[in-house]
């Protein structure tokens, strides 16, 4: 007999949720896409392509979309949350209300990263706040060095895979890993979540350095001193094992992030970095810039809770308030000198 198969829905049809869902599809799961624009489902179930996010790329023909929340969410054995950070708690909230109804309780994995403005709150701890109060193990976060550009591609990706539960993280792991992407299990989830959210608002950093021109150097520089603050935050603010940033989560996305042409904070920074106005580099991106969000968040919490985190506060003002690039890397350059590790 036949065995069942795991119905994952992706929730969020961008450039990532797409390819992981043709992923999972791979992996032969049952997969439903659930995005919110109309044209975007109709192009996917007709063509088994989301030109919009994805250029010269097919979904495979097994992944459905849908716009039904309510048709992705019922007899879900796993829902993936890939949206945007701004809308995750907005998405949470329906999804609690369809899951009140059912009574089903399906896995919660998120890819998404950032922290939420206001609430400081990482993904995890929303869904845990949204949908699962009481089963805050069956949320998992997945996180490491990959762009969607690659995965479609079938090139070779490692990711982390974080739960407070062990048992729940595996699961993930197995029905996620194939031959071309392989998953890592990890204890640390704040830790993995930290690494992935902050090194976007780095990421911003290192392209502003290339649209100023600056050289190797300088992007080593910045990568090492932006993996010492990302650590500093995390380990301080949200109790992360220092070790962690070692990881896939942590220096491996930040070295990918900051170095490819795929990354949107990348490519975001560079033409902050050429003297374009943050509006008009988010206005065209046509893709979510998250580090452009999590800065804010990160600047809360550096000013509140007195966290030494010099790279993320010059970029936020620098987005936020309208400070001249070369005044702040002058600033940065002539700080009071320091040893090189301290948490
Ligand atoms: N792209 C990548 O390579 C990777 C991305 N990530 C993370 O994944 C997350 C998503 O990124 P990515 O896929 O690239 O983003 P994209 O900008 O490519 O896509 C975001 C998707 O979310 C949808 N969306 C926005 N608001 C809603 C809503 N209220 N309900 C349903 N769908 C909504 C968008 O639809 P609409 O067109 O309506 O805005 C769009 O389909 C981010 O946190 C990112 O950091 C992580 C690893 C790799
Ligand atoms: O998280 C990512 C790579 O791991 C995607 O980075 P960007 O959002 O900068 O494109």
Same mark, same amino acid.
């Given at each position: 007999m036949r065995e069942k198969m795991t119905k994952i829905s992706v929730l969020g049809n961008g450039s990532w949720g797409s390819v992981l869902g043709s992923m999972l599809a791979d992996n032969g799961n049952d997969v439903i896409l659930y995005g919110n624009i109309e044209s975007v489902n109709e192009e996917i179930n007709a063509h088994h392509t989301n030109t919009h996010y994805m250029k010269d790329w097919s979904i495979n023909p097994n992944a459905v979309a849908t716009g039904d929340l309510e048709k992705a969410v019922k007899g879900a054995d796993v829902l993936l949350f890939v949206l945007p950070t701004k809308v995750v708690r907005i998405v949470a909230k329906n999804v609690r209300k369809i899951l009140d109804e059912t009574g089903e309780k399906p896995l919660l994995v998120t890819a998404t990263k950032g922290i939420e403005p206001g609430s400081k709150k990482l993904i995890t701890d929303i869904l845990a706040e949204e949908i699962y109060p009481n089963d805050s193990d069956k949320i998992i976060a997945i996180s490491g060095p990959s762009h969607a550009e690659n995965v479609a591609q079938k090139d070779l990706t490692a990711i982390a895979c974080a739960s407070k539960d062990e048992e729940n993280a595996k699961t993930?792991?197995? @029905?996620?890993?194939?031959?071309? #992407?392989?998953?890592?299990?990890?204890?640390?989830?704040?830790?993995?979540?930290v690494g992935g959210a902050v090194k976007n608002v780095i990421a911003i950093a290192a392209g502003i350095l290339v649209g100023k021109k600056y050289g190797d150097d300088a992007k080593a520089a910045l990568m090492t001193r932006g993996l010492a603050e990302i650590t500093r935050l995390g380990v301080n603010y949200f109790g992360a094992k220092p070790m962690t940033f070692s990881g896939l989560s942590g220096i491996g996305d930040l070295i990918v992030t900051c170095t490819s042409v795929n990354s949107r904070n990348w490519r975001a920074g560079k033409q902050v970095g050429e003297g374009k106005s943050l509006d008009y580099v988010l206005e065209n991106m046509g893709q979510v810039v998250e580090g452009a969000t999590t800065v804010k968040a990160v600047h809360e919490l550096a000013q509140e809770k007195n966290i030494d985190?010099?790279?993320?506060?010059?970029?936020?003002?620098? @987005?936020?308030?309208?400070?001249? #690039?070369?005044?702040?890397?002058?600033?940065?350059?002539?700080?009071?000198?320091?040893?090189e590790i301290r948490l």
């Open positions: 993930i792991q197995k @029905l996620f890993s194939n031959n071309y #992407v392989r998953f890592y299990t990890n204890d640390d989830l704040a830790g993995v979540e985190m010099p790279i993320s506060e010059a970029v936020y003002r620098v @987005l936020y308030e309208d400070a001249n #690039v070369d005044e702040e890397i002058a600033k940065m350059m002539g700080r009071s000198p320091k040893p």
